[in-house]
């Protein structure tokens, strides 16, 4: 299949989803912003006569989150408002349904209760913002907000599990900019000026979703990984973020080296920060899946971006019903182009991988399970 934005649209009740993973993921989430800072939770100034601060859209996408996940999901949440006479609350566009705007949002089984800024004018108001935007849902943030040359630059975010990226490679940038530095393929040729019009034209009733997927390899010198939301028994030499994060959901060193070091530089040219590493065995290697949404804000005009990413061992994926034989096609259907931005030379994985799909897959059809079998709405195979 050719590139193409791979967007469809979105089902309102689709924008923010919460699995049993939700505390794992708050954990993580809340260790990053304590020791990443600017590289969790960013809000750029004004750069005048480009692009506006992100500071307005940031204490806006609090208020529509905790409006949101308090209508959506009842029992996680539950919210208290502004109900005193200050003019801040009586004039504030905040709430929903006219109701008052929402001062705190407690999550009802952490028994976690957070502040929402009311405005921007308090100090770190708008990082605060995010911050809370942040440890309430499980997925990350981009705002892009429109320049006035009509391209939208991203003016601040929530980027605590970005795993093949970090914030500071990417934040300021206008959205060509940020998949050009990336490499991304095909993206000046098919993507570039179909995307422009799309952020253009999006209307706030039409948010869209779309998906990606790439493999993750978790270097087999350390411990036995297991699911995301269990611990594994023995850990050993684990420092504080890999004791939290084992999993590498957060930033995947296994693949691109630490963190702090990392040089981004496009994926062509990730050579040299390679961590080389034996071939994984396949209970090491991960699917990692991201949702990604956008909906433009209504009362900022600001695109929210959101990022949503699930792991998934191969493994499991190797038992779901029709998914190896879909897997082990996606992967053998990569050009040259997206081999080289999806790292199937990195990591020594892809033989493994394809060895254990095609045996998954012929067990499968000597069954009699067919290519399209269940499983397919929770996979974007
Ligand atoms: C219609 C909207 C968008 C489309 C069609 C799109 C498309 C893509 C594609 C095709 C890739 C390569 C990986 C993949 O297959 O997904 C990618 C990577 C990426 N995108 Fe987007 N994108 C969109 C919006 C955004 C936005 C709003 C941001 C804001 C931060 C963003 C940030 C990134 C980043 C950071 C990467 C990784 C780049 C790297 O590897 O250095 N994207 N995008």
């Not at 924008?15 to 304590?34: G, M, T, V």
């Not at 108001?125 to 939208?152: F, H, K, N, P, T």
């Not at 000026?193 to 779309?210: D, N």
Request: hydrophobic share 35%; with cysteine; charged share 25%.
């Amino acid at each position: 299949m050719g590139v193409t934005m791979g967007i469809r649209s979105m089902p309102w009740d689709e924008w923010i989803e919460l699995d049993n993973q939700f505390e794992i993921y708050h954990r993580i989430r809340a260790h990053r912003i304590r020791t990443r800072g600017m590289g969790a939770i960013c809000v750029l100034p004004d750069n005048p006569g480009v692009v506006e601060s992100g500071a307005t859209a940031a204490v806006e996408v609090v208020h529509e989150l905790a409006e949101y996940l308090s209508r959506r999901y009842p029992t996680t949440f539950k919210v208290s408002r502004h109900l005193d006479d200050s003019p801040d609350a009586i004039s504030s566009k905040y709430g929903w349904e006219g109701a008052r705007p929402i001062r705190t949002i407690t999550i009802i089984p952490l028994s976690a209760t957070y502040d929402i800024p009311l405005n921007t004018d308090e100090s770190r108001a708008a990082e605060r913002a995010l911050e809370v935007a942040a440890l309430i849902i499980q997925e990350d943030l981009a705002l892009m907000i429109e320049g006035s040359d009509g391209r939208y630059y991203f003016q601040a975010g929530a980027i605590c599990i970005p795993g093949f990226w970090r914030m500071q490679d990417k934040i300021g940038l206008p959205l060509d900019e940020i998949h050009i530095t990336g490499d991304v393929p095909k993206y000046r040729e098919k993507l570039e000026m179909s995307m422009g019009r799309f952020f253009q034209r999006l209307a706030v009733e039409k948010p869209v979703a779309r998906n990606n997927y790439s493999l993750q390899v978790l270097d087999p010198r350390k411990p036995q990984s297991s699911p995301i939301n269990t611990v594994p028994e023995v850990i050993h030499n684990l420092d504080d973020e890999e004791e939290i994060d084992f999993e590498e959901l957060a930033w995947s060193t296994s693949a691109n080296g630490p963190e702090n070091s990392f040089i981004h530089g496009g994926h062509r040219v990730r050579g040299p920060q390679e961590v080389l590493v034996p071939a994984p065995s396949i209970a090491n290697v991960r699917l990692r899946s991201e949702r990604q949404t956008l909906r433009r804000l209504p009362l900022s005009g600001a695109i929210v971006f959101t990022i949503r990413t699930y792991l998934t061992p191969i493994q499991t994926l190797g038992q779901e019903p029709g998914v190896p034989g879909r897997l082990a096609s996606a992967l053998r259907g990569w050009g040259r182009n997206v081999s080289i931005y999806k790292g199937k030379e990195r990591g020594n994985w892809w033989n493994v991988v394809l060895e254990y799909l095609d045996s998954c897959w012929n067990e499968q059809l000597a069954q009699g399970t067919s290519l399209e079998g269940g499983g397919k709405e929770n996979y974007p195979l």
